[in-house]
């Protein structure tokens, strides 16, 4: 049978996001607790979650998670990262064994920034080198999968139960301002590790939900820039895509949410001439960006969370307030076991982005 | 009221309009049936000139001089429509001659005319012309 | 000639039973092939007039009349099939190069019908047209290649010029001469009530259809043929015309017999001489010639309208393409070996060129290869012949049609292929008056909105089946095509995969 990434799979999934908007400290429980009641939503066949500002002791290092088949992969890629970064730590990611978790890789974590002298060469910005060096090594290196690199943020993934992975990779030992989660439904695979949510570039993270019937028009154009889908699936495109928009274009997420979910030409007809303008501008200069079919997702930045539903609302997805904190997820039972008492509860329309930024971020118009 | 109007810049002179109102007109189903090795005595006639045709039926005037002319009430005017009452014409022709663009001519029988009235008397429900015509060049239209 | 070589292709059937003597197929035939005897009383006819374009067959009120395929044989060879020995005889009889017209007639394969479409099925919705918006509106251009902001963070509208389709197909070139002054009159005004575009030829735009400048492509090929400054800008777009896929490499050809006084004076050329196009552009002899030219007219209007630049399909067309997405080129017109045309030689028509599947996916691969995909836009020709067609057009990654032979038998257009002898019995292809004023514009027109119309629902039910709402979701989008039929290396180069895969 073929991996994920010589065959594109289908899949329909949960998620659930939350983040304190004074930066308090949110424990990953919570997020297990909050993913665990949509169950039924996932088929075992992959979990996982982010977490931002876990690792406050190394908030300028970029955190590596990488999945290898062998140790022979490890040693390949640790010589490929010794020629590239400087590593300031390297660690196993700690987990607890569970007979839930199976076809286990080697999982390990590396602190790391660019070598001064390579990423001069590479005449690239920091982060394009970085993100092309991930690029590299999980289209060239065989059995080696970089499935984390952002600053003080990390992914965890595995085959399994989301609430399974979650105490798997044990999250309760962690402290986030932000979590988003994701169960997965695949339905013509046993899955990958690799496979599963959420899925990251740099510090970009994206849980999704849906199967979107754009996949292979947006590939083929992001591809046109220097990114790679290799695992042939929604998510990974859509976050190339919000990286390409967000960090590439400098476009603010409000501007990323019109290309990639655009509001219907008959609705821009009857905006103010300004924002039809901008509106019109953006659908024609990214007119193969644009996403259709359903999916609602939850982007997570370093700072913030980004909701989003396709412009149909073809998916579920609700927005929780209470205090300081925002929550969001596919169904409004995952937002009450863990906040039973909520200020508002709502539910965007499609294509209307909901950006929930840390307080001390939110003058910050672009985030790139 | 609906009239026919020939815009003569798209009359082909294929002389189909006439074919298909002798058939309307025949009460007959089927136009081969109807038609053939028959010489057809339309109400429609297409004039031919060096580069333009022309077909030509009643225009039922609003001032009809046919109807004026008429010295037994055969024909009549009513609401824009100028019919024709078989029973009470006799053949005298006077309306043929007073008609300035010769749209009433002798129905054949020799003691009675006859003139387009617009297939509101057959089986057609509109003219027959304008439906057959190939190129649009007669329409049935309010002006 | 005392030999007669050649036997009619076709026989006029007419059922005596059912023939009226109306005589309207003796009226309409401009071959005169029926006319009317007396001494028999009754219709008669010449076979060998019959070019088989079914006027009389469409006007005949009682459907008395059926042209078939004669069935006189040749004794038979599979080598020197009946086509083979008949234009050997035309040819030794005439000496001359053999003249046809419209698209490539022959069995190649028609990639289009070894293409299969997707659709939902429980993991993703389908969606209804009929409830939901469905969007077809196609913006044809280059894309910015950076995000510019004015002070205030405002983004900056720096798009170069666009064309703003309604739907993705366009009326393709047909140069007034080749076809006739109502044609155009019906071609242009069902672009501007489509909201698309069609395209004046290389024979100039005559002066009555300036006013529909906002729907008008006007065209510049080899012979230069109507083009002032006036022209340039009266059209929305420009297209430079290198090559058509019916005969590549060659220029147009409009006999003098055709060039009457009002085609004179479009084409800015004397009454009655042959327009010749020569058949290269005598200042185009490499790539980065017509980039001069492409500069050349956008300075003359001022960069105000979209540059498109047209080619045949041919062997090497993705790195012809590529050279010219880097020439300046706003749009990439590209025309495959079936397109149609008012006259080429038979052997060019009929051996040169490639088809518009295979060019089509070449091109658009290439172009991602290189990243350039997104400077340019690419619209594709050379017999679309059904929505069907378009969206798989479209998914291999065009981003919008044109269409002439389809859009000419909207017209009335029968496909009997002799556009060459300016005898259209249906009033396209011909500059006799009698015979052009049988295509009406008011009807023309109306049928040309129609068929585009059409096309727009069935590519609306066909997205929504596939889940896409947006044609943009669909451009490119290779994984709702599947070949069937198909070797590994068509399947390669169609960059798709066989269904069941």
């Not at chain 1, 060469?121 to 952002?150: H, M, R, T």
């Not at chain 1, 990286?243 to 949410?257: I, Y």
């Not at chain 1, 193969?288 to 359903?294: A, K, S, Y």
């Not at chain 3, 015979?435 to 997205?463: C, F, Q, S, T």
Request: aromatic share 8%; glycine share 8%; net charge neutral.
């Amino acid at each position: 049978m073929k991996r994920e990434g010589e065959i594109r799979i289908p899949s329909g999934c949960a998620i659930s996001g939350v983040i304190s908007k004074s930066g308090k400290s949110i424990n990953g429980r919570e997020m297990i607790t909050s993913i665990s009641t949509m169950h039924d939503r996932s088929n075992g066949l992959g979990g996982g979650f982010a977490g931002y500002g876990i690792y406050p002791q190394y908030p300028d290092l970029y955190a590596f998670h990488v999945f290898y088949d062998s140790n022979k992969s490890r040693e390949e890629c640790e010589r490929f990262l010794d020629r590239h970064f400087d590593i300031i730590n390297l660690s196993k990611i700690p987990v607890r064994k569970s007979d839930k978790i199976i076809a286990e890789p080697l999982i390990w974590r590396y602190f790391v920034e660019p070598l001064k002298t390579k990423l001069k060469d590479s005449k690239l910005d920091e982060k394009e080198f970085v993100s092309k060096c991930v690029i590299n090594i999980n289209s060239n290196i065989e059995g080696a999968y970089v499935f984390s690199c952002g600053k003080n943020m990390g992914i965890f993934k595995a085959l399994g139960y989301p609430e399974d992975v979650g105490e798997y990779f044990r999250l309760d030992e962690y402290e986030g301002y932000a979590w988003t989660a994701h169960g997965r439904y695949p339905t013509n695979t046993p899955g990958w590790w690799g496979g599963a949510h959420p899925f990251g570039m740099l510090d970009y993270s994206i849980v999704h939900n849906g199967e979107i019937s754009s996949y292979d028009s947006n590939r083929r154009n992001i591809e046109m820039y220097g990114y790679k889908c290799t695992l042939q699936t929604d998510t990974e495109v859509i976050t190339y895509i919000i990286d390409f928009l967000l960090r590439k274009k400098g476009l603010s997420l409000e501007e990323a949410a019109k290309v990639i979910a655009a509001p219907f030409w008959s609705t821009i007809d009857h905006m103010d001439e300004e924002e039809a303008a901008q509106a019109r501008y953006l659908r024609a200069a990214f007119s193969n960006l644009l996403i259709t079919g359903p999916f609602s997702i939850i982007l997570g930045f370093e700072g913030g969370l980004m909701a989003l539903n396709d412009r149909l609302k073809l998916r579920s997805m609700v927005i929780g307030e209470k205090d300081d904190r925002v929550y969001m997820a596919s169904e409004e039972c995952a937002i009450r076991v863990i906040e039973p008492e909520l200020d508002r509860i709502w539910s965007p329309n499609g294509g209307q982005p909901v950006i929930v930024t840390l307080d001390s971020c939110k003058d910050k118009i672009f985030i790139k | 009221m609906k009239r026919i109007y020939v815009n003569e810049k798209w009359c082909l002179g294929c002389h189909l309009c006439e074919y298909y109102c002798a058939f309307a007109n025949s009460g007959k189903d089927d136009m081969a049936k109807a038609l053939k090795g028959v010489k057809i005595n339309p109400r429609i006639r297409v004039e031919e000139g060096e580069k333009i045709n022309f077909a030509v039926s009643c225009r039922h005037c609003e001032e009809p001089l046919c109807v004026k002319s008429c010295i037994t009430g055969a024909l009549t005017i009513k609401d824009g429509l100028i019919s024709f009452n078989k029973d009470k014409c006799v053949g005298c022709y006077t309306c043929i001659m007073s008609c300035p663009y010769g749209c009433i001519m002798p129905d054949g029988s020799g003691h009675a005319v006859q003139k387009c009235e617009l297939c509101t008397k057959n089986a057609c429900g509109e003219p027959a012309c304008v439906k057959g015509c190939p190129n649009q060049a007669i329409v049935f239209e309010e002006r | 000639m005392a030999v007669n070589y050649l036997y009619p292709e076709y026989e006029i059937v007419r059922d005596t039973n059912k023939c009226i003597a109306c005589r309207v197929c003796e009226r309409q035939c401009a071959n005169e092939a029926h006319w009317f005897d007396p001494e028999q009383d009754k219709m008669v006819c010449d076979n060998a007039k019959c070019v088989c374009c079914h006027r009389c067959v469409s006007l005949c009120p009682t459907k008395a009349l059926k042209i078939v395929k004669s069935d006189h044989t040749f004794r038979e060879n599979a080598n020197w099939t009946a086509k083979n020995i008949k234009e050997v005889y035309r040819q030794a009889g005439s000496g001359g190069v053999l003249l046809s017209s419209m698209g490539n007639p022959e069995p190649y394969p028609v990639y289009w019908d070894k293409i299969l479409l997707n659709a939902s099925q429980v993991t993703n919705p389908s969606i209804d047209p009929l409830r939901e918006p469905m969007e077809t509106v196609t913006y044809l251009g280059k894309k910015p290649t950076k995000i510019e902001r004015d002070k205030n963070g405002k983004i900056i509208n720096n798009l170069a010029p666009q064309l703003k389709l309604s739907t993705p197909v366009m009326f393709s070139a047909m140069s007034y001469g080749s076809i006739s002054y109502n044609a155009h009159e019906s071609l242009a005004r069902a672009a501007e009530e489509l909201g698309i575009y069609y395209n004046t030829g290389e024979g100039g735009l005559h002066e009555d259809f300036y006013k529909y400048g906002a729907n008008t492509i006007v065209q510049v090929a080899s012979g230069r043929f109507g083009v002032s400054k006036d022209y340039l800008n009266a059209g929305a777009a420009i297209e430079i015309k290198i090559g058509q896929g019916a005969k590549p490499g060659i220029g147009g050809h409009l006999p003098g017999i055709k060039v009457s006084e009002d085609i004179s004076k479009t084409r800015m050329i004397p009454l009655g001489t042959d327009a010749i196009s020569p058949a290269p552009h005598h200042d185009i002899y490499s790539i980065e010639d017509l980039r001069q030219l492409v500069y050349s007219l956008k300075e003359a209007s001022d960069y105000k309208k979209p540059v498109i630049v047209k080619i045949a399909a041919v062997h090497n067309v993705a790195a012809i393409a590529s050279g010219i997405a880097r020439s300046g080129a706003d749009i990439i017109a590209i025309d495959g070996y079936r397109g149609g045309t008012g006259a080429a030689p038979t052997r060019i028509r009929d051996n040169v060129g490639i088809p518009i599947e295979l060019a089509l996916a070449s091109v658009d691969s290439r172009l991602r290869e290189e990243g350039i995909r997104d400077s340019v836009a690419v619209v594709v020709g050379g017999s679309i012949r059904s929505s069907a067609d378009l969206v798989k057009a479209i998914a291999l990654g065009a981003d919008a049609c044109y269409i002439a032979t389809a859009a000419c038998l909207a017209m009335g257009c029968h496909l009997c292929r002799s556009c060459q002898a300016g005898r259209c019995n249906w009033g396209i292809a011909t500059q006799r008056p009698e015979l052009v004023k049988r295509l009406n514009p008011d009807v023309g027109y109306k049928r040309l909105v129609n068929l585009v119309r059409a096309w727009d629902h069935e590519i609306k039910e066909i997205m929504g089946g596939m889940g896409i709402n947006s044609i943009e979701s669909l451009r490119g989008n290779r994984l709702m095509l599947r070949g069937i039929g198909l070797s590994e290396k068509e399947l390669a180069i169609l960059g798709i995969k066989h269904a069941g895969e």
